[in-house]
């Protein structure tokens, strides 16, 4: 089966306000990531081990950090 990436909200929430709130970015970390510096106050990241270059790990934590607020959490 081929599960699409983006979940569809409005079938899953019962909160509409939320799902007016949320969009769908997909971007890659090698490319830079489509989002300005100082965006966000919580990073997560879950599952990229094998995704990720031996040689591109540095790469990936200078873009998560790019992304970061001054004082956000990264999980």
């Given at each position: 089966?081929?599960?699409?990436l983006?979940?569809?909200?409005?079938?899953?929430?019962?909160?509409?306000?939320?799902?007016?709130?949320?969009?769908?970015?997909?971007?890659?970390f090698?490319?830079?990531?489509?989002?300005?510096?100082?965006?966000?106050?919580?990073?997560?990241?879950?599952?990229?081990?094998?995704?990720?270059?031996?040689?591109?790990?540095?790469?990936?934590?200078?873009?998560?950090?790019?992304?970061?607020?001054?004082?956000?959490?990264?999980?």
């Amino acid at each position: 089966d081929i599960v699409s990436l983006h979940p569809n909200l409005a079938r899953l929430c019962r909160d509409k306000d939320l799902v007016r709130r949320i969009s769908w970015v997909q971007g890659n970390f090698l490319e830079g990531l489509p989002f300005p510096n100082d965006s966000f106050d919580f990073v997560h990241v879950k599952r990229i081990a094998r995704g990720v270059p031996e040689d591109k790990w540095d790469d990936l934590f200078e873009e998560i950090t790019r992304v970061m607020k001054p004082g956000a959490a990264f999980e």
